[in-house]
């Protein structure tokens, strides 16, 4: 070990310290999703991973006060997009498993059956009636216990529909479902004495007009529960209570609610001419463009990176125009446009990238699509202080 040795390390470049180098700040920050398989799915757990190029990589409060960002891309009186930075993966799929199986709503529960001759059977029409979503802020009632129906934890509705004999069919929608403030009508006992009230399925102290702002009826008044054919009826009265999507889907306050990592789409060299239409061809989402440059030249352009659904035909482009070379085995089979399938395979090393997928790892596109019981915006209000109220259990039985 001379001085030629002690010169290749004097002529090796040196990194700046507190910065890693490109490699490593891609893996960290990035995933690339090759051809086949995505890469650096993992990435760095370990806060003393780059310790020694003078990188902090341990999660703090302020760190996560300094990067944590919503931005709200979409919101609608149904559903709402926006944009998640700064968090790790774990924390978003903690939000979109809150929302869908812990924030509360109201559904109805218990469906006591009067009368029903339509061809649908008692079960599946109670189970029909569970799963419309009701326009009543959970907010507003209690948990049932003791199984005792009042007004701050039941709302009761009642349907009583008829097709007269020798009339059409008759359709039965949610819209018939009629809201009862006053509690159940039904009654279990004949009154002791006279003028009592008569004991019935629910024991409403008050009405639930004096609690509630606007009527308690359904989110969507078309939504079809059973067709009547004449002479058939239906008499029910149902009873919805509060409830959470881990006990039933009837509850969830979502139709869906996910995420996807940003997407970035980098060109690894300049793609010009005939090269440059067949990428944009080749794309479903027109994630390129084609920028004209003046004398009849033109090249490709990353236009709308966000909408790249990760399908890979890009990437592709490449392999297929080697395997288009390598399947024309001579001068005839050019002319008689004929390829050999042994020769059309390619190996990776044969291949040049000219695109390259990436999802940024700590950038989330969060989408929420509501049922109709409270606006999205709210939804995902309430998913946090369901967080916020985990963490605090948490730290109170560590300590």
């Known amino acids: 070990m001379g001085p030629e040795s002690s010169m290749d390390m004097d002529d090796a470049p040196t990194q700046p310290r507190n910065k890693l180098p490109d490699h490593l700040e891609l893996q960290r920050t990035r995933v690339v999703c090759k051809a086949d398989a995505p890469t650096h799915t993992e990435g760095f757990q370990y806060s003393g991973a780059f310790a020694a190029m003078g990188v ?15 931005k709200i891309n979409r919101l609608t009186e149904d559903d709402m997009e926006f944009d998640m930075i700064g968090v790790d993966a774990s924390i ?53 216990s003791n199984d005792t129906p009042n007004e701050r934890n039941t709302i009761v509705y009642k349907l009583h529909v008829s097709c007269a004999k020798g009339s059409q069919r008759l359709t039965v929608k949610s819209g018939q479902l009629e809201w009862l403030p006053e509690g159940s009508q039904l009654t279990i006992a004949s009154p002791a004495q006279p003028g009592e009230k008569p004991k019935t399925y629910t024991s409403f102290g008050q009405s639930q007009q004096k609690t509630s702002e606007r009527p308690l009826g359904v989110k969507y008044e078309d939504i079809t529960i059973a067709r009547l054919g004449p002479g058939q009826a239906i008499e029910l009265e149902a009873h919805a ?13 979502v139709a869906t609610a996910w995420y996807r990592m940003l997407p970035e789409v980098v060109l690894l060299k300049e793609i010009t001419g005939g090269d440059a239409e067949q990428l944009v061809k080749k794309c479903p989402v027109n994630v390129f463009d084609i920028e004209e440059l ?73 989408t929420i699509e509501s049922t109709g019981a409270l606006p999205p915006e709210v939804l995902f209000t309430e998913a946090v202080k369901i967080l916020e109220e985990k963490c605090e259990r948490v730290i109170s039985e560590l300590s």
């Open 56 to 70: 902090d990589n341990s999660v703090s409060v302020e760190k996560f006060c300094n990067n944590f960002k919503i």
């Open 92 to 144: 978003a799929n903690a939000f979109r498993r809150i929302l869908i199986a812990e924030v509360p709503t109201m559904a109805i529960e218990k469906v006591l059956m009067v009368d029903n001759t339509s061809v649908i059977a008692d079960e599946v029409l109670s189970h029909r009636l569970g799963l419309i979503p009701l326009d009543a802020d959970p907010r507003l009632f209690d948990y049932i």
């Open 241 to 253: 209570i509060k409830g959470v999507g881990k006990v039933h889907a009837k509850w969830s306050p």
């Open 294 to 366: 003046g004398n009849g030249k033109k090249r490709a352009v990353v236009a709308k990176p966000r909408a790249c659904t990760l399908c890979r035909e890009c990437v592709k482009v490449a392999a297929d125009k080697v395997k288009v070379t390598n399947a024309k085995v001579d001068d005839e089979d050019k002319a008689d446009d004929k390829v050999d399938e042994d020769k059309a395979k390619v190996d990776d090393d044969e291949v040049e990238p000219q695109v390259e997928l990436r999802r940024v790892r700590d950038h989330f596109i969060f």
